[in-house]
C-alpha cells in the first residue's frame, strides 16, 4: 500500500511538474486566438503553427504541448476527441484537412488511417527513439507511451493465489459469470487483434467463443469495468492497467481492486501502444516532427508515466516507480501483419456471441 | 424559407444514405443482425415515452396549479435533470447505487436492499424517465400557464368533482403540449447512446457507435434503420395529434392554486421523490467525487480556488453558445411551425418531418454531415470549424425542440384574436408584435429553453466542430470522465447544473410570467 501514498501525490499539489493555471490560461488565451489567425489566412495554417488531433485528452498532453510552444515558438492548435472519432474526421475531410500531426490511444485508429493512405512518414532519427516493438517498421506511427493489459480483481471477492497464469485460462468453468469485458471498446479490440497476430485466427476465435460461454458481464468500456470491480458489481474484468491506479487515487479505498498482471510475456498482458503520426501531406511537416520529437524527450516522457502511470517507450526512459516491471517483450507485437483488416476482428467478436 | 430549412434540415439522412449506399453494405445481413437491437430500442422507447408523459404531466400540474408547498422552488429546480450529460447522469446513478453511495445507503437504512448490479432495460428505463421527464414538463407547464383556469372553474361551478373537471376540461387542452413533449422522449431515446451504453442495454446506437470506424458499413447501415425508426415514430404522433382537438384558448385569467387538501403532504413528498433521484441524488454523488478529490489534495481550498478557475472560460462559453443557439433555433423554426400549424399544405408535412426527424439521428453523425456539407460546399468551405458551423449542428440536432413547442404556440393563438386584430387594420407585422407573440410566449421561451439545456450538455459535434481551444463544461467532463479523474468530473458537473439552472431561471422562467 505504500505505494499509493506515493500516487497521492504524484498528481497532488505538491507535485512541480503540476500544471500551473496561469500557464494554462496563457495557452487557452494562445489557443483563442489561433483561429481566428488562421481564419484571416483563408482557412490554410502557415509553417509556424502545428495542428494536432488528438486523441489523447487535454489532462494528458495540454501541458506538454504548451511546453513545446514555449520553448519553440511554434504555435500549436489542438482538437482533442476520441481517438476512433478523429480517426474517422480525418477520412472525411481527407486532404482537406488542416491537421498535422494525430496522436491516438490506440493503435486500430492508426491501422484504419494507415489503410486509408493517410498517415505521412516519421524520419528514422525520430523512430530510433523508441524502443524496439514500439514504432511502424515503415514510419507511420511512433509509440509515445503504453498501456498494459491487465486482470482487474476485487479484493474482497477473489483470492490472488486463484489468479490465472494466463488469459488464455479465462475460458475455465471456474470463472464463470465472474469476467467482466468491454467487446465494443477499442482496446479489447486491438487485443484481440494482437492475439490474433500471436496465436492465429483459429486459436483466437476459440478463446472468444470459451471466454462467451462463460457467460461474461458486458460493460462499455475499461473504466466502467474497473469502478464495478472496484464496488464489487463483478470479480474480474480485462481492462487497461492504469484505471484501476487512477480510480484508487480518486476513491480511496472505496475502490476495492488490483491489478493482476499474466506473467511470462503472456499475451493478455501486452502492450497497447499509443503513438503519434505525420498527417499524410501536413502543411507543417516539419514543425509537427519536431513536436514528436518533444514527446520523446525526457521531460515530456516522464510527465505521462507520472500523470497517467503509462509505461514510457523512449529508449532510456524510467516508468514511474509504482508500476511494475514490464518484459518488453510483451510490446512487440506487429499490427501490420493483419494488413489493416482489423474489421475481421470485429466480426470474429461478434461471431462469439460478445457483442453487447 | 420552409424548404430551404427543411433541406438543412435533411442534411444528415441525405449523408447517411448516401453513405449507406456509397460503402456498398451487405443491407440483407445487417438488417437480420440488427432486428434484435431494433427490438430493444423499441421497447425502451415506447416505455420510456409513456412513463416520463406521466410523470412530466404530474409534475407540471403539480407545481403550476396546485397549492402545493415550496412550488416555487420546484418550478426551477424541475427542469433541471434534462442538464446531465446522459453518460454522467448514468454514471452518477451508478455511484449512488454503489456500497457507500447514497441511494443504497438510503435503501439499506429503511430496509431494503439494492439491486447488486443495476443494468439492462429496467435500469435504462428508469434513468431515462427520470432525466427525459423535463421534455414534457416544460411544454405543458407552459400550456397550463397559458390556459388558465376559467373553463375549469365554470366546470367546477357546474358541479364536477376536481379530478373529473381534470379529466374533462384541463386534459384535453394539454394533449397538444403532452404529445409534443412525448414525441421528444421518444426521438431522445432512440438515439440516446451515453447512458444505455454504461448501463448495458445494447440497442441500435450500440451497432452505430462500436462499428463507426473498422465496419463503415454496418455502422451507417444501422443508422438507416434508425431513421427510418424515426419517420415511423413522427408519422405516428402526426397520426395521433389528428385526432386531438386544437381547443386553444388563452389569455383568460390566471388561475387561482388548487388546493390539494389532505392529498397536500403525499403530492409534495412525490415531487421531492422524483427531484431527489433525478437529481439532488446524482447531484450529491457527483459532488461527492469532486469532495473526494478535495479532501485529497493538501490544501482543498487552494485546490478548489484553482480547478474552479480552469472552469471560467469553459462554463462562459457553454453559456454563451448554448443561449445563442437558443435563440437562433426559435427564430428559425418559427416560420415553420407558422406553415404546419395554420396551413395545412402540402409541404408542410415533409418539412416538419424534417426538422423532427434531426433528433433521432445521434450527435456523431449529424456532427460528421455537417463536416462533408461544409466542406464540400464551395463559399461555405470558411465556416469549416467555426462557431456558425457548430451552431448549425445544434440547429440541425435539437430544432426540433423548439419546433413542437412553437407549433403548439402558434396554434394557440385563437384565430379569433387574430381575425379581430386584422379587422382592425394592423398589418402583418404589428400583429405579430403585439398580439401573436405575447400570447405564444410562454410556448416559445419553453421551446427556447429546451434547446438551451440540450445545447449545454451536446458532446460529439462539439468536440468534432468546435474552432481550436474552443472547450464547454461538457468537453471538460467528457475528458475528465474517459481517463477517470472522477474529482474534476464531480466539479465541472456541480458547475454545469448550476449554470443550466441560473440561465433557465434569467432566460426562460422569469420572463414566462406565471411559469415561476
Known sequence: MDNFSAVGTLRGMSDPRAPRPARRLLGL?????????????????????????SGRSEELIGPILDRFAEETGTSVRVRYGDSAELAVLLAEEGDRSEADLFISQS????????????????????????????????????GLSGRQRVLVYNTDAVDPAE????????????????????????????????????????????????????????????????????????????????YNLRLKDELGDAQRAENHVFPNGDVGSLLIVSGASLVEGADAADPATELVRFLLATEAQT???????EYPLAVGATPNAVLPALDFRSADIDYDVLGGDLASTLEMIREAGLEG | VS???????????????????????????????????????????????????????????????????????????????????????AAAFLAALAPDGLFRTALEAVGLSAPDRFRGLGASWLVLTLFTYPYVYLPVAARLVGIGSSLEDAARSLGDRPRVAFRRVVLPQLRGSMLAGTLLVALYTVSEFGAVQLLAYDTLTRVIEANRIFDQPRSFAAATILLVLAVVVVVLERLVRRRVPETGRVGDRP??????GRWRWPSLAGVLLVLVLALIGPLAALAQWAWRGLARADQAGAQLGEDLGELLTPAWNSAWISTLTAVVAVLVVLPVAHLTARYRSRVAGPVNAAVVGGFAVPGLVIALSIVVFTLNTPALDVFYLTIPALVLAYLVHFGSQAMRAAEVAVASVPDRQRESSRMLGAGSVRRLVTVELPLMRPGLLAGGGLVLLSTIKELPATLLLAPFGFRTLTTRIWQSYTDGYLADVGLASVVLVLVSGALTWVLVLRRSDALA
Open chain 1, 29 to 53: 488565451a494562445l489557443l483563442a486566438i489561433a483561429p481566428v489567425v488562421a481564419a484571416c489566412g483563408g482557412g490554410g495554417d502557415d509553417g509556424d503553427t502545428v495542428t494536432v488531433y
Open chain 1, 107 to 142: 493503435p486500430g485508429a492508426l491501422g484504419y488511417l494507415d489503410g486509408e493512405g493517410l498517415l505521412g512518414t516519421l524520419p528514422a532519427d525520430v523512430l530510433d527513439l523508441a524502443v524496439e516493438g514500439a514504432k511502424a517498421s515503415d514510419g507511420t506511427w511512433v
Open chain 1, 163 to 242: 489468479l490465472p497464469d494466463s488469459v488464455l485460462d479465462l475460458t475455465d468453468p471456474a470463472w464463470s459469470g465472474r469476467i467482466g469485458v468491454a467487446p465494443s471498446n477499442g482496446s479489447f479490440q486491438d487485443f484481440v487483434s494482437a492475439m490474433r497476430v500471436e496465436l492465429g485466427d483459429e486459436a483466437t476465435m476459440s478463446w472468444l467463443e470459451g471466454l462467451a460461454a462463460n457467460d461474461p458481464v458486458i460493460y462499455a468500456n475499461n473504466n466502467a469495468i474497473t469502478q464495478a470491480v472496484g464496488r464489487g458489481e463483478v470479480e474480474v474484468g480485462l481492462v487497461n492497467h492504469y
Open chain 1, 303 to 309: 510527465y505521462f508515466t507520472d500523470e497517467t502511470f
Open chain 2, 3 to 89: 424548404v430551404a430549412v427543411a433541406v438543412l434540415f435533411a442534411l444528415p439522412a441525405v449523408y447517411v444514405l448516401w453513405r449507406t449506399v456509397g460503402l456498398d453494405a451487405d443491407l440483407g445481413e445487417v438488417f437480420s443482425d440488427s432486428v434484435a437491437p431494433l427490438w430493444r430500442t423499441i421497447q425502451l422507447a415506447a416505455l420510456v415515452s409513456v412513463s416520463a408523459t406521466v410523470l412530466g404531466t404530474a409534475m407540471a400540474w403539480l407545481v403550476i396549479r396546485t397549492d402545493l408547498p415550496g412550488r416555487r422552488v420546484w418550478r426551477i429546480l424541475a427542469p433541471l435533470p434534462l442538464v446531465f450529460p446522459s453518460f454522467v447522469g
Open chain 2, 255 to 260: 388561475a387561482a392554486p388548487l388546493p390539494l
